[in-house]
């Protein structure tokens, strides 16, 4: 889930990204000593004094101490953030009964490379950039290659009368990532970035293709405490489909549940929020941090119709994670 200090994860849907932020310092303020100001002709002339006595040099006015100290950010060539944490996800993709998941996770870069989760996964940015304090001008791509992990029915089918229609296999999926990234966007250090995902089974389980097109927005509020909201989509095809929601009659003999064929389309929309805390006020110089996550999806066309969603489960599909997270 997301931990990180800046980030989170989930069972078949989860999003963590890392964030970093920078409290802001306040200009010096300029300050008017009242004493200075001029005062009306005296009406008493003073003798000046003679040409031979010193004048006392003005005394240098004491060096303002800043306001904050920046040290050097944890971010640079090289960083990782290793955490782990517990979250609330549905048995299966259209259950209505829950069950705790440990979320893992990792993240950094190393060499230029960028390594950010992606569910029970995790996506390589080839053109990752160096944070800076100062936004880029125009979008950066980021580009590489995503890798998710599914495990969707396999085990802890909390309902019987799904679990009788049969245990699926592990799906592991390959492909790619490609979105543009806008930095300083409505403040310092936020970013907003549009992306899609296209990946295809290569374990030969399910052996389809997902499509999953993001919008993520991420903003540091404050010193501590950092915020990022990602709104995605989840396209499958006609494989994927038959796979996960298709009832066959066998299958429905078993359970009990209508045969049902299922057809690829649009399965998914939700939307998740994460918020993360840094334990020492510092987003910027690595440590401990908390992560908390939230989520919801709706699930649609065959997947909201498959038996197994419509009579056993539920279309709404919730989510609730916490963890913890070391970055260095």
């Not at 609330?88 to 209505?96: E, F, N, T």
């Not at 950066?140 to 799904?162: H, K, M, Q, S, Y």
């Not at 997902?210 to 903003?219: D, G, H, K, L, S």
């Not at 998914?268 to 334990?279: E, K, N, Q, T, V």
Request: net charge negative; hydrophobic share 50%.
């Amino acid at each position: 889930m997301p931990l990180n200090r800046r980030c989170s994860a989930a069972a078949f849907t989860t999003f963590l990204i890392a964030a970093i932020s920078v409290p802001a310092i306040a200009a010096d303020s300029l300050v008017v000593d009242p004493a200075s100001a001029a005062d009306p002709a005296p009406a008493v002339q003073s003798v000046p004094a003679p040409a031979s006595a010193p004048q006392p040099a003005p005394a240098p006015a004491p060096a303002a101490a800043p306001p904050f100290a920046l040290a050097k950010p944890v971010f640079d060539e090289t960083w990782a953030t290793i955490g782990l944490g517990v979250g609330l996800v549905p048995s299966y993709i259209g259950s209505d009964n829950y069950i705790a998941f440990p979320l893992p996770l990792i993240a950094g870069r190393v060499g230029g490379v960028g390594i950010s989760p992606n569910g029970p996964g995790f996506v390589l940015d080839l053109n990752s950039a160096r944070p800076a304090l100062a936004p880029a001008k125009g979008p950066r791509l980021a580009i590489g290659p995503a890798f998710r992990f599914r495990n969707d029915r396999n085990a802890r089918i909390e309902d019987a009368v799904v679990a009788r229609a049969g245990r699926l296999d592990v799906a592991l999926e390959a492909g790619g990532n490609v979105a543009l990234a806008w930095r300083g966007v409505a403040r310092p250090l936020d970013q907003l970035s549009l992306g899609v995902q296209a990946r295809w089974d290569v374990l030969g389980a399910h052996e389809g293709m997902v499509i999953e097109p993001q919008i993520a927005y991420r903003t540091p509020i404050g010193r501590a405490v950092s915020l990022q909201v990602q709104i995605g989509a989840e396209f499958v095809d006609d494989d994927f489909a038959d796979y996960y929601f298709t009832l066959t009659p066998a299958q429905a003999a078993a359970s009990g549940l209508t045969p049902f064929r299922a057809e690829g389309g649009l399965a998914r929309i939700g939307a998740f929020p994460i918020l993360s805390y840094d334990l020492d006020r510092n987003l910027l110089n690595g440590g401990w941090s908390l992560t908390m996550l939230g989520g919801y999806s709706r699930l649609i066309g065959d997947a909201a119709d498959t038996p197994f969603t419509a009579q056993r489960g539920d279309a709404n599909q919730f989510l609730l994670g916490l963890g913890a997270a070391y970055t260095f």
